[in-house]
């Protein structure tokens, strides 16, 4: 059963400029891999955040360094959770969250469907 769908959308030259402004930013949202990456695969990364958020109804229990963006072998994208957000999700009855990302002509957006086996979480 779908818990909740969430979508973000994010603008790389202003997500490049505010970071670029504010560097503190970066260990706030984002895990020590994730930092090492260029800017437009973190604005993605940004997205799939934001957008895991929307889809969970909120941030309650939810931190920005406990969602790490990975990568299947295949390179389909998934949630590396850890921490609080991981027993958060746990907690809410979630058994899977699927992700899709994609950046072309200075976007980079993000879709996330939280799921449950059974009913309504």
């Given at each position: 059963m779908i818990i909740?769908?969430?979508v973000d959308l994010v603008?790389?030259?202003r997500f490049e400029a505010q970071i670029a402004?504010?560097?503190k930013l970066l260990p706030r949202l984002f895990t020590a891999a994730e930092q090492t990456l260029k800017p437009h695969s973190m604005a993605a990364r940004y997205a799939a955040k934001e957008a895991l958020i929307k889809a969970l109804g909120g941030s309650e229990g939810v931190?920005?360094?406990d969602i790490e963006v990975a990568a299947e072998p295949s390179g389909?994208?998934?949630f590396a959770l850890t921490g609080e957000t991981a027993e958060t999700?746990?907690?809410?009855?979630i058994t899977a969250v699927h992700l899709s990302?994609?950046?072309d002509a200075g976007l980079a957006t993000a879709y996330v469907i939280a799921e449950s086996a059974g009913g309504a979480a």
């Open positions: 909740g769908i969430g603008d790389i030259p402004r504010t560097p931190h920005w360094t389909r994208p998934v999700i746990r907690a809410r009855g990302l994609s950046h």
